[in-house]
């Protein structure tokens, strides 16, 4: 139980950084930095059981990785909603 909070909490720390760093790449035009960046999040976000996170994460490291940039503000919108959701969750499991 202290171990999936010590993971929850690391995870909440550092997916905002994450998630500023997918915008940032991808208003600076750099789908390959900000499909990377998407990949890393993915992981992190299936290891807390974040799996509708991760899908949205997986369709931004896919247009990085097709250096597809113009379809890329949905999934940004949907990143910025579902993260706020899940944090709540995961708060919510972490007590």
Do not use: R, W
């Not at 597809?68 to 499991?93: G, P, Q, Y």
């Amino acid at each position: 139980e202290d171990f999936f909070k010590e993971v929850i909490d690391l995870y909440l720390e550092q997916a905002p950084g994450l998630i500023k760093e997918i915008k940032t790449n991808a208003f600076s035009a750099d789908a390959e930095k900000m499909g990377k960046s998407a990949h890393t999040l993915k992981g992190a976000s299936l290891n807390v059981g974040a799996k509708v996170f991760a899908e949205v994460c997986k369709a931004i490291e896919l247009d990085g990785k097709n250096n597809n940039l113009s379809d890329v503000a949905n999934n940004l919108l949907k990143l910025d909603e579902l993260f706020a959701i899940t944090k709540s969750a995961l708060l919510d499991l972490a007590g």
